[in-house]
């Protein structure tokens, strides 16, 4: 499996925009983690996906984030309109449901998302 | 509330040495405690977990870590450093009943040669 795959690995983009991070989790995984990563706040769990169903949004800083998942092998977190404090490492993460595996984490590489 | 706590920025140690990275929790019920490491510009990687059985519990790398509940900390510890081991690692609870897994704040470890 080539793990969880997360594209633009970099993005930068001017204040207003929309900006759309991709992910696509480990084939058989149930779980997918939204997190991002700041010097300031460290490492913060945005949204989680069950079975593609949103479990836990209170992450979200609001309301210009959104986050999807069509199907089992696709995730989105939109930002719109994009600020200059959303400038991160946003990470996507899965996990199997049961098992010796449970509720360990394969991250991706990270989108980092400058907003100017 | 439920939290992690890692209570060092920073950690360093010459290479050869023994090495320890804290974590402290505060978590309802059976505390799952996990222990992540990142190396630079990559995501995350899982080293080990504690979900029941012996405290000590050991892991990639030569790393391990020791589950203490009545001091409520779950410790990760290496006999000897490498300078390879230089990263950030994070510890990390699984909230009660849920799946949602919360990080520490991160401990960057150096190990100078």
């Known amino acids: 499996d080539a793990g969880v795959i997360q594209s633009p690995r970099h993005e930068v983009t001017e204040m207003g925009q929309e900006v759309t991070l991709r992910c696509k989790p480990i084939s058989g995984h149930d779980y997918l983690f939204w997190y991002r990563q700041t010097m300031m706040r460290g490492l913060e769990l945005l949204i989680y996906?069950?079975?593609?169903?949103?479990?836990?949004d209170s992450g979200m800083p609001e309301d210009r984030f959104s986050a999807k998942m069509p199907n089992a092998s696709f995730s989105t977190l939109k930002i719109q309109p994009s600020e200059p404090r959303d400038s991160a490492v946003y990470f996507c993460a899965s996990a199997p449901r049961g098992g010796s595996g449970a509720n360990v984490l394969t991250f991706g590489a990270g989108s980092r998302l400058t907003v100017l | 509330a439920q939290s992690v706590a890692q209570p060092e920025d920073q950690v360093n140690v010459a290479e050869g040495n023994p090495l320890t990275v804290k974590c402290t929790y505060s978590?309802?019920?059976?505390?799952?405690l996990f222990w992540y490491v990142q190396y630079p510009n990559r995501g995350l990687q899982f080293l080990l977990k504690y979900i029941t059985g012996d405290n000590l519990v050991k892991g990639s790398y030569g790393f391990e870590a020791e589950f203490n509940k009545s001091q409520t900390s779950f410790h990760l510890k290496k006999p000897s450093a490498l300078v390879s081991d230089s990263a950030l690692y994070f510890c990390a609870v699984r909230f009660f009943r849920t799946d949602k897994l919360i990080f520490g704040t991160g401990t960057r470890l150096q190990v100078f040669p």
């Open positions: 996906f069950n079975n593609n169903v949103p479990i836990d």
């Open positions: 978590v309802s019920g059976n505390p799952y």
